[in-house]
């Protein structure tokens, strides 16, 4: 009997499963071990804890482990790769297979075969691949340099454009949600989740860079308020949703044409031809798309223009099915 674990290491929570060839014995869940955002001993305590956990669950020694596939968002960083595979030497045996989360939410999706994934969760980045097996990304900057669409770029978004209309002679970005003389609760709103008793305070802890006394603010968090609001009837609110959704569905649109096309400056790409004028199948994950209707819709609107053959699922799929896969094919 072989063993194998799969783990999803997101933005906000890991989560793993232990399975034999054909079942799944056991799953466990912990924070987040993404360095960026938690320090190095942190992560590791927390990934250690869920191992023994699924594996005591499993009754399944992590010596018996075969083959793992880890997806960690960041594992393209050497700094991550070198953490991730001291952990695992230290307390899992058999192979590592280390892999970007995006990665094995496509084989979720496609299990190996073609198709355009968008991940937009605490993060956003979209991934494709021809039937030819060519993958093909955008975006995965982070929060300071992209993510767009993102729960941490709503956020950010809904606090920047609530500012406008606090400042309203300020001049207006013509590419971002625009302020509208509608009322909005999105800072008052703001203010509440975060605890806070005043907007200069809100603007102070917006802010704040992470550092040993203090966490860097949670703008992800936000993206549930500001959808909230949405529904309730707040415009603005409605409005930064739609553009998220714009956003990513720009990401998907710029996936498909590194798959159909040469890029000028890149090297010269041969697309398969199955790819060129065929129905595209397009697959999400996380919790923005999973959870918020407004931004999916947006997204699915979008597409009809951008690529009036894409064809969106209707449910989002789950990375851990797309690790496994991966775990037991080696």
């Known amino acids: 009997m072989s063993y194998f674990l799969a783990i999803d290491a997101g933005g906000t929570r890991t989560q793993c499963l232990l399975a034999d060839e054909s079942l799944v014995l056991a799953r466990a869940t912990t924070g987040t071990v993404k360095l960026m955002r ?3 001993d942190e992560a590791t305590a927390r990934l250690q804890a869920m191992l023994r956990e699924v594996a005591a669950a499993a009754g399944v020694s992590l010596e018996q482990i075969a083959r793992t596939c880890f997806g960690l968002a960041g594992i393209s960083s050497p700094a991550v790769r070198a953490w991730a595979d001291k952990t695992f030497t230290s307390l899992v045996a058999g192979e590592l297979l280390p892999c970007g989360d995006e990665e094995i939410a496509l084989d979720a999706a496609f299990a190996g075969g073609p198709g355009i994934l968008v991940v937009a969760g605490t993060g956003s980045n979209a991934i494709g691949r021809t039937d030819a097996g060519e993958t093909f990304g955008a975006g995965g900057w982070g929060p300071v340099l992209g993510d767009e669409g993102s729960g ?3 956020g950010l978004e809904a606090i920047r454009v609530a500012l406008r209309v606090h400042d309203p002679e300020r001049p207006c970005d013509s590419n971002r949600a625009q302020p509208s003389i509608e009322p909005t609760s999105l800072l008052d709103e703001i203010e509440r989740h975060w605890k806070l008793d005043s907007l200069g305070e809100l603007v102070s802890y917006a802010n704040q860079r992470a550092d ?4 860097a603010p949670d703008f992800a968090s936000l993206a549930p308020v500001v959808a909230r609001l949405a529904d309730a009837g707040d415009a603005l609110a409605a409005k930064v949703l739609a553009l998220a959704g714009v956003e990513l569905a720009e990401l998907v649109a710029l996936v498909y044409s590194k798959m159909t096309s040469t890029i000028v400056g890149a090297p010269s790409i041969t697309a398969s031809s199955s790819w ?5 199948s397009v697959a999400y994950t996380g919790g923005v798309l999973a ?6 819709a947006a997204m ?3 597409l009809a223009v951008l ?3 894409a064809c ?3 449910s989002p799929v789950d990375p851990l099915d797309g690790a496994l896969w991966r775990a037991r094919q080696g």
Do not use: C, F, Y
Not at 212 to 215: A, N
Not at 276 to 280: D, K, Q
């Open 38 to 40: 938690i320090g190095e």
């Open 152 to 154: 941490t770029w709503i």
């Open 212 to 215: 040993s006394g203090h966490l």
């Open 276 to 280: 060129v004028g065929s129905a595209i």
């Open 291 to 296: 959870q918020i209707e407004q931004v999916r």
């Open 300 to 302: 699915t609107a979008r």
């Open 307 to 309: 690529l009036p053959k």
């Open 312 to 314: 969106v699922r209707q």
